[in-house]
């Protein structure tokens, strides 16, 4: 089993900055791709942003170069750094994390509103 538990959402005004964290606990050694999802009312969750263990990572194209994924696999945490943020941001925010074995896990969401 796998918690994941975000933070750092909240209130920003459009061309701001926000930092997204997820603290990852349980048995975080089978954890191989983390990312981050977002999802507004009646669309559906898009991916943001992933990366793996190994560092790789992918983002999606309306946040590439405004948003930065990164891991401290030393303290099991996952950072989503969002600049230059826009209205259409507006979403909460996931967590994700899926095994080696192909297991994902998510965590509750974290809102991020911007607005002036």
């Known amino acids: 089993q796998v918690q994941l538990v975000e933070s750092g959402g909240g209130l920003v005004q459009p061309g701001g900055s926000l930092r997204l964290s997820c603290a990852a606990s349980?048995?975080?050694?089978?954890?191989?791709?983390m990312g981050w999802y977002r999802q507004t009312p009646g669309k559906e969750r898009e991916l943001v942003a992933s990366?793996?263990?190994?560092?790789?990572?992918n983002y999606a194209y309306s946040v590439k170069g405004r948003f930065t994924i990164s891991r401290d696999n030393a303290k099991n945490t996952l950072y989503l750094q969002m600049n230059s943020l826009k209205p259409e941001d507006t979403a909460v925010y996931y967590c994700?994390?899926?095994?080696?074995?192909?297991?994902?896990?998510w965590g509750k969401g974290t809102q991020v509103t911007v607005s002036s």
């Open positions: 994700h994390a899926r095994t080696f074995s192909g297991i994902t896990y």
């Open positions: 349980g048995s975080i050694f089978s954890i191989n791709a």
């Open positions: 990366i793996t263990r190994a560092g790789s990572t």
